[in-house]
């Protein structure tokens, strides 16, 4: 029993790392999207891709005490990613929650953007990595709104592929 109480400890935190939002994690199903999101409107791509076959979009959600959108993708019943967009001066409201939830990041940078001073863009970045999952907050700082994106494998480069 102790063994069995000691593995339950020490797996406990690779579970709460998981990339999710509000309890509805990757690799969830479009079930778990409408149990914590019951407004959430679901319907097909309304383009063909490999990555996804349907979404979920929710337009006023809270997560971290912030007000956002967000959006799932879903390929057979399965969560491959979502998208959580707000303004970005609830920047440190979500980067509480989020490593509360999801432990210390892979990488925190503000990256610099342009060749002049006065074009340049600062786009403050923060990556976690779990495997063949990943997720990336980014907040442009000269913009009004953030966004949280977590994916699965190669999601983000199969999104958008003409087919």
């Known amino acids: ?45 309304e383009w063909k891709s490999s990555a996804a076959e349907r979404r979920c979009d929710d337009a006023k959600i809270s997560f971290g005490g912030v007000t956002a959108r967000v959006t799932f993708y879903l390929k057979a019943d399965a969560i491959q990613a979502f998208d959580l967009r707000f303004d970005a001066i609830g920047r440190d409201k979500v980067m509480a929650q989020l490593k509360s939830r999801w432990g210390a990041p892979l990488s925190e940078t503000t990256e610099t953007f342009g060749r002049r001073e006065r074009n ?32 699965r494998g190669n999601f983000d480069e199969e999104i958008y592929r003409v087919r």
């Open 120 to 151: 340049e863009r600062k786009i403050y970045k923060v990556r976690w990595t779990r495997g063949k999952d990943q997720a990336l907050l980014s907040v442009p700082l000269d913009r009004k709104r953030a966004t949280l994106s977590a994916s």
């Open 1 to 45: 029993m102790k063994i069995v109480a000691a593995l339950l400890v020490a797996l406990a935190p690779a579970v709460a790392l998981a990339f999710e939002l509000n309890g509805v994690a990757l690799g969830g199903r479009e079930a778990d999207v409408k149990q914590a999101y019951p407004s959430a409107f679901c319907k097909p791509l």
